[in-house]
Every structure is written in structure tokens, then in C-alpha cells.
């Protein structure tokens, strides 16, 4: 339906031969808010350890973080500066929970970037007419993409005022909270509703919960509007062998984890099911 | 597909009554966790496809780093991560609607559960199934549960074989001094067919930085490049003492396989038809075509009109 105006996919990030974590030092913690904080990597003893692909590096790509002794688990790049590169963690089970305690000068390891980044949907969305939807700790993922897209619109949704990410990063954007607490009360969906309605956003790329994603792919396809989405899925190897990451016959690790939304609609399981470390399949929260 | 182009050879493979277009088969553990992947597995050309191992209750296997890629292959410990036999029958139920033929992959701690497991799984559709008494860093199975043996081979081979009358291939392990004589007990359980080999090893990657071996269950099977040579001299062992004995059963070579050319090699040490694992990795989903469409210019080229010619041609 909205073939014409979609610029094709680029083909999923051609491999590495290595995939081995780098040990890295952390250079810089900052805390986001109550529950997230971001480790700035510095990027200097890189040269010598292969398996950081980071020269190529697009929005929306995941490095595997790994903590010796404990776990690696994908993680979008929310910073890619001279000489460091970040993640934004948000609290949650026993990694994520390490991650958030770590300090200045420990090193943790990364491969990486890999998958499939945000990619320019063509001339007829340039950056002042894109919207960037993000709902709780997507932010992180979408973040480097709203630095490169300074025109474009970035609406943030999150539960509460002590949830939300990079206020002071990106000082334009539009806020929603659940409770009312900051910003506009009720979720970033209602502001999408209304631009289309207003014919002012010409293309939409998310990250968020999935209930969220699922309804801004579902306005952009009622409005005919191109539209990407990153979606997470359980990964092991992050580099398209294992087959744990699928989604309907698409690994996320190489062939995500940014969709188009035309590529979304064929996905039965988007907005509905996952896989557990077994490979169970189990209910989106 | 099963058609040979006017002027190519004939690439097609019978095993034990299988019928492969090509003689590529997925290799167990590569991408074959879902229905779907292995539908993409035949659209990419694909001969025959294995599911990755299923055990009786589900497992959550080893912690990550489970699969990591190094200059000479891959090492994993993924341990046997699956949802169980009876989810897995959910996922793969009429796999005989594939275009392709689909092998199961059936493990356990003992006899008793690697044949409770294919009883569960067969009812499918299944047009064979493969049980690895190989796997070289899950405690519990393998060759850390003793599984490599000729006694355990030929015992765990029996029980399967009497819950399923469909082509049955037992995987073997390169790690053990004599895998002949394996191949040989796995005949005389009751095995049809030989696949060669699992994983080498287990080997170990240690990152210096963290002095940390790197994957979560620090050792894993090594797989890829570093195994081809080791993998085709035990296909041409096992090819080599089935002969001897006067014994027809197919072997399906595995090991290292990325390009035409190996697997012919692998053909001509005496395999039927080749695993892929790994080179999914190094050269995308898409390895399957690439691999038959280069080993039919080598056989055109070497004038090679159909396989049976090659297969074993290294052979005394
Ligand atoms: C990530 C990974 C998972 C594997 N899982 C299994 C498995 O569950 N069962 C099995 O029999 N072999 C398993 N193997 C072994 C492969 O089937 C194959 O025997 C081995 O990798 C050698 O082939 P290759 O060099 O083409 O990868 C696995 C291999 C890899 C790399
Ligand atoms: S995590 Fe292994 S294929 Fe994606």
C-alpha cells in the first residue's frame, strides 16, 4: 500500500568474522532517572581486541554487553561520540541490576554493533516531517537517531515524571506521562493521532512497549505513512545462527531489530508473542 | 527442485528412502528452533532441514556467551536450551508440509528419554529422525553422560529404534579414538543412517582483559573451519569400516561446510549428503543455494554427471 514512498530496506549488516566480547572501561556512569542509568564506554583500548564493528554503526543497532562470570544480553547504543560509546540500562531482573551498580574504571564486554539500524525512508520524509515516538527506556534506542534528526519531532511517553529519559539531551520534545505527572496526561499514540489528522508527519519510526509500537504501525497503515519499529526479542548469539531471536521466520538479531511496518504487518507475532530463553512462546507484556 | 537441469548433474540424494533435491541438510542446532526459520531454510534451497535437539521437559541450557565466533570457527555451549517435547510437537506439527523433508533431533539423559522424546515428536511428519550421542559440553548428555561408547550407542540406537519404524541417524562425536567402532554399534542397534560429526572438543576461549574463559559454561564445541579436516577424515573412517562390513547406510558428512567444493570433499570421504551449521554465520541464511549452485559447476566441471559417482571416490 505505501510501497511507492518507502525506500527498500538495506540488507541486513553483513557479518563479522569474529564475534568475541572486548573488554572495555567504563569511563562515565550517569544516572537518567529513578530506575535507568547509562554507562559511557571509554572506546580506547578497542584497536587491539577484534569484534567491534562500530565505524559502520546506524541507530537503532545493538552491541552484546557481557559481565564475566554472569551473562550478555543486546543492548542498543543510546550514545556514539568521539572515543565512547553508551547503553542506557533500566532496572529490572539480576543483569540489569549489575549493570546499574557498576562504577567508573570496571570494564564489561562488547561485541558488536549488529542487526539492522533505522534507515532513511527517502525525500518525501525529511527531517522536519519524521516523527520519533518513544515510550519508557525505547528512548535509549531511538536516542542517537533524534541526534541525527534534529528536525524531526520527538514525542516521549512514559508512566511517570521519574520516568523519563534524556530531557535535558534533546530539549524540543513532546512529553506524556500515564499519571499526569509531567508533560501532557495519557500516552505519545494521541499526539500521532492528531498529527495525522493534521497531515503534519510524513513518516514514524518507534520504540517502546509493544502494545505501543503495535498501534503506531497500525495509525501509520490506516495513513498510509512509512513507518520502522524496533522490536526486542530473547538473542544468544546476536549473530544470526542460532535461531533464538526469531520472529515469524526473522531473526531480529541480523534482519532486525528496526522493521519496516509493512515488514511488521506479516509478523503474526508482533505486539503478541515472544519466545523465553527455551524457546517457548509466550504473551508480549 | 528434484529434477537435474537439462544440462547439470544430478544432484539429487536418496537417504533410506528420503528424497533430497540437493544434498544440503541443516545441521541440528542452526536456526532450527522454529518452524518458520526452517520454512526460510527451504525457500533459501535447502535439500532436508534438522531441528535443533528437543528433550523430553524443557531446558533453559547455559547462560550467554553460549555461541561465539572466532578466526577458525565457532565455539558454543548453548546446552541444550528447548521448550520441551511437547511444545516442540506444537511448533513442528505437520512438518510433512514443507516443501522440504525435515529430520527430528531427539536427546535425553538415558534410553528411555531419547525414546520418549521421539515418540512424542514423530506423529509430526518427520521423514527421519537424527539423535546426537555427541554433544561434547552439556553435562547429563553426550559424551559427558557417557553416551560415546559402543555399549551406550548401540543400546540408546535400540530403544529409539522401536518406537520408530522412519530412517533413524545416529550423530557421532569426533572426540573419541575409534569412531568407526561407533558407527558400527549404532548399526548393530538398529540405525539406518550415520551422521559425522558434532562439535570438536570442547575448546575454550579466554578473554586476557577479564582472565575470563569467555562462554558462560567456559567450554564449548568447536565447529566450522577448524573441524573440516577433522570431520572429513571421520566420515572417511566410518565410510571406510561400513564398508568393510558390507554395510550400505548412508552418512550424512558434517563439519566445517561452507562452499561447493567442501562438500564434495566431504562426498568423496563418503558422504551422502552434508550438514551446515556454521556457515550460516559466514555466509548468510542464503548458504544452502550458494553451496549446490557451486558444486554443480564443479561436478559439470570435473565431469562428475551425478553424485553416486563422487560419493566414497577417496576411498581405498
Ligand atoms: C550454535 C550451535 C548449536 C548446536 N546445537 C546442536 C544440537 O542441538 N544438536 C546437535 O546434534 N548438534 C548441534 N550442533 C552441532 C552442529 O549440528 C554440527 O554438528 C556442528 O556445528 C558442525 O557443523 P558446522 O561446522 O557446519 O557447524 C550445534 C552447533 C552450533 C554451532
Ligand atoms: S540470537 Fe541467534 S539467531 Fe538471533
Redesign the pocket.
Known amino acids: 500500500m505505501t510501497e511507492n514512498h518507502v525506500a527498500q530496506p538495506p540488507p541486513a549488516a553483513v557479518s563479522p568474522q569474529t564475534a568475541l566480547p572486548v573488554m572495555l572501561e567504563i569511563a562515565e556512569v550517569r544516572r537518567e532517572n529513578a530506575t535507568a542509568k547509562t554507562l559511557l564506554i571509554s572506546l580506547e583500548s578497542a584497536e587491539d581486541q577484534p569484534g567491534l564493528i562500530l565505524e559502520t554503526f546506524t541507530p537503532g543497532q545493538f552491541v552484546m554487553v557481557w559481565v564475566p562470570r554472569m551473562d550478555e544480553k543486546p543492548y542498543a547504543l543510546s550514545y556514539l561520540e568521539e572515543g565512547r560509546a553508551g547503553i542506557t540500562v533500566h532496572r529490572r531482573g539480576p543483569f540489569s541490576k549489575r549493570l546499574c551498580e557498576m562504577r567508573a574504571g570496571e570494564r564489561i564486554g562488547l561485541r558488536g554493533a549488529y542487526g539492522r539500524g533505522f534507515w532513511d525512508v527517502g525525500e518525501r520524509a525529511p527531517g522536519a516531517s519524521a516523527a520519533i515516538i518513544g515510550g519508557g527506556c525505547g528512548m535509549a534506542v531511538l536516542a542517537p537517531l533524534a541526534e541525527r534528526l534534529p528536525e524531526a519531532t520527538l514525542v516521549q511517553g512514559a508512566r511517570s515524571a521519574d520516568g523519563l529519559f534524556f530531557t535535558d539531551r534533546f530539549p524540543g520534545q513532546v512529553i506524556f506521562t500515564d499519571d499526569g505527572s509531567a508533560g501532557r496526561h495519557g500516552l505519545p499514540t494521541e499526539w500521532l493521532v492528531e498529527a495525522v489528522a493534521d497531515g503534519a508527519v510524513e513518516a514514524v519510526y518507534t520504540c517502546g512497549p509493544e502494545p505501543m509500537m503495535a498501534r503506531v504501525v497500525e495509525l501509520c497503515r490506516g495513513a498510509g505513512l512509512p513507518c520502522q519499529a524496533s522490536i526486542e526479542r530473547y538473542m ?2 546476536g549473530i544470526g ?2 535461531g533464538q531471536c526469531d520472529c515469524d521466520g526473522r531473526r531480529v538479531c541480523v534482519e532486525g531489530p528496526v522493521f519496516s511496518g509493512e515488514e511488521l504487518a506479516r509478523m503474526p507475532s508482533f505486539g503478541r508473542r515472544r519466545r523465553d530463553k527455551t524457546g517457548r512462546q509466550i504473551p508480549v507484556e | 527442485m528434484s529434477t537435474p537441469d537439462a544440462t547439470g548433474p544430478n544432484l539429487s540424494v536418496n537417504l533410506c528412502g528420503i528424497k533430497l533435491g540437493n544434498p544440503t541438510v541443516l ?4 536456526l532450527g528452533m522454529t518452524r518458520a526459520l526452517i520454512q526460510r531454510v527451504a525457500r533459501s534451497g535447502a535439500g532436508a532441514a ?1 531441528i ?2 528437543v528433550t523430553v521437559r524443557p531446558r533453559q541450557g547455559h547462560n550467554n556467551p ?2 561465539i565466533a572466532y578466526e577458525a ?2 565455539l ?1 555451549a ?1 546446552g ?1 536450551s ?1 521448550p520441551g517435547a511437547d511444545e516442540a510437537g506444537r511448533e513442528f506439527a505437520d512438518i510433512d508440509r514443507l516443501s522440504i523433508p525435515v529430520l527430528a ?1 531427539v ?1 535425553g539423559e538415558d534410553a528411555g528419554e531419547f525414546a520418549a522424546a521421539a515418540e512424542r515428536l514423530m506423529p509430526c511428519g518427520f521423514a527421519g529422525l ?1 539423535i ?1 550421542l ?2 561434547p559440553h552439556t553435562p547429563g548428555y553426550g559424551t559427558l553422560a557417557g553416551h560415546g561408547t559402543p555399549e551406550a550407542t548401540e543400546q540408546i540406537t535400540r530403544a529409539v529404534r522401536a518406537v520408530t519404524d522412519r530412517p533413524l541417524f545416529v ?1 557421532l562425536s569426533p572426540n573419541v579414538p575409534g569412531i568407526s567402532e561407533l558407527a558400527l554399534a549404532a548399526i548393530e542397534g538398529g540405525a539406518d543412517g550415520i ?1 559425522a ?3 570438536l572438543g570442547p575448546g575454550m576461549i579466554i578473554n586476557v582483559e577479564a582472565r575470563e574463559p569467555v562462554l558462560g559454561f567456559k567450554m564449548g ?1 568447536v ?3 577448524a ?2 579436516p577433522v ?1 572429513v577424515r571421520c566420515v572417511y573412517d566410518v565410510a571406510t569400516a561400513l564398508r568393510r562390513h558390507g554395510c550400505e547406510a548412508p552418512i550424512i558428512g ?5 562452499t561447493g567444493r567442501h562438500a564434495l570433499e566431504m562426498m568423496m570421504a563418503g558422504a551422502s549428503a552434508v ?5 550460516v554465520y559466514s555466509r548468510g541464511i542464503e548458504v544452502f543455494g550458494k553451496i549446490t549452485q557451486e558444486l554443480r559447476q564443479l561436478c559439470r566441471r570435473l565431469s562428475i554427471n551425478s553424485l553416486d559417482e563422487a560419493r566414497g571416490a577417496a576411498l581405498q
Open positions: 544468544k548469539c545462527v542460532c | 545441521a541440528s542446532g542452526a534438522t535443533k535437539s553460549t555461541v570457527g565457532m558454543n548453548v541444550y528447548n533431533s536427546v537424527e546426537p555427541s554433544c550423530k551422521c560429526v558434532n562439535t564445541g565447529s566450522g573451519p573441524l573440516r570431520a558434517i563439519g566445517g561446510i561452507s550438514g551446515v551449521g556454521t556457515a
